[in-house]
């Protein structure tokens, strides 16, 4: 039977703590006054931020039961941000890659019950589908399309039951579209917004799918790590499936459009956009708006708008 630590100050264990979101999570949580455990699939090369952090490592969907418990044995806070992001697997590899998400999930929350433990699970609005009806509410229906979307609302499935029906402390975080600072190589494959300004930045041009008329919401780094958080401290009133996205839904044409005119200001440079691009995955096209969960209405600022978002990402380039 776990116990929890007697020590004032919180325990917060932050899984999946290099990916994008989760060095976001780490420096804001760096300045709060909290001790703080960083796990990661692999080994750290070197720590992420210079301070007491406890860095380890553990692959969640190999660990077993003991190692989950001894993980999260004293932390009052878990913050669940690993998974892998693979969108669609193969037919004979998509049972392994559907339990990856959904045994070490489902293993934690058990090991929760009758605790006061809390933990904030980061999920997608994918989940929704490629046309779901707009704008789109926590309630509405999911239609997943991919592999990716199936672990993700399964895992959200477990995250609403444990929280309604074993009174676990929990909530999943449903981000829209997530966009920052220039990722790392291993991870570029992810960030669409990120290889457009790149593919702006060396040929001066970009390509935008159809009429480019279907409705994104973007949504920074920064600003995502400060919902999974705000959430954490909010959980007892929190609903079990949040909505965390910005306040910005427009067009994808309008997005790009955007991205130009910070682009052409830092550079003074004219770019060519073409449209008309054909689609090559039934994701391509996806739509997407909706408003901030209600728990969001208070106390909870966005730092980013998509203008300052996008003006910091070109001044990288610089």
């Given at each position: 039977m776990m116990t929890k630590t007697n020590s004032k100050e919180k325990k917060v264990l932050v899984l999946g703590a290099s990916g994008q979101i989760g060095k976001e999570v780490l420096s804001q949580l760096n300045t709060k006054k909290c001790s703080i455990t960083a796990v990661r699939r692999s080994q750290w090369e070197e720590p992420f931020l210079d301070n007491e952090i406890s860095y380890q490592n553990l692959d969640l969907k190999r660990a077993n039961l003991n190692d989950l418990e001894n993980l999260i044995l004293d932390q009052d806070v878990i913050f669940h941000l690993a998974g892998d992001?693979?969108?669609?697997?193969?037919?004979?590899?998509?049972?392994e890659y559907f339990f990856s998400w959904i045994k070490p999930l489902k293993s934690l929350l058990n090991l929760m019950v009758g605790t006061e433990k809390k933990l904030i699970f980061a999920s997608s609005a994918s989940v929704y589908g490629v046309h779901p009806k707009l704008p789109v509410v926590e309630e509405s229906?999911?239609?997943?399309?991919?592999?990716?979307?199936?672990?993700?609302?399964?895992?959200?499935?477990?995250?609403?039951?444990?929280?309604?029906?074993?009174?676990?402390?929990?909530?999943?975080?449903?981000?829209?579209?997530?966009?920052?600072p220039m990722p790392t190589v291993k991870n570029s494959s992810r960030r669409a917004i990120n290889q457009i300004l790149e593919n702006i930045h060396k040929n001066k041009e970009v390509s935008i799918i159809s009429d480019g008329n279907f409705l994104r919401n973007y949504i920074h780094a920064y600003d995502a790590a400060a919902m999974l958080i705000h959430t954490s401290q909010k959980i007892e009133d929190s609903p079990p499936i949040v909505l965390a996205c910005s306040k910005q839904n427009m067009p994808f044409r309008e997005v790009i459009s955007k991205l130009i005119k910070c682009?052409?200001?830092?550079?003074?440079?004219?770019?060519?956009?073409?449209?008309?691009?054909?689609?090559?995955?039934?994701?391509?096209?996806?739509?997407?708006?909706a408003e901030p969960s209600l728990i969001f209405s208070q106390n909870f600022n966005f730092r980013y708008s998509l203008e300052k978002g996008f003006k910091e990402m070109v001044e990288e380039l610089s």
């Open positions: 992001t693979s969108v669609q697997v193969e037919k004979k590899l998509e049972m229906v999911e239609e997943p399309f991919t592999s990716y979307d199936l672990a993700k609302v399964s895992c959200d499935q477990l995250i609403k039951y444990y929280k309604k029906v074993l009174n676990v402390n929990c909530s999943s975080l449903r981000f829209s579209n997530v966009y920052g682009y052409k200001s830092r550079f003074d440079t004219e770019i060519k956009v073409n449209f008309g691009l054909k689609p090559v995955f039934i994701t391509d096209e996806r739509q997407f708006s």
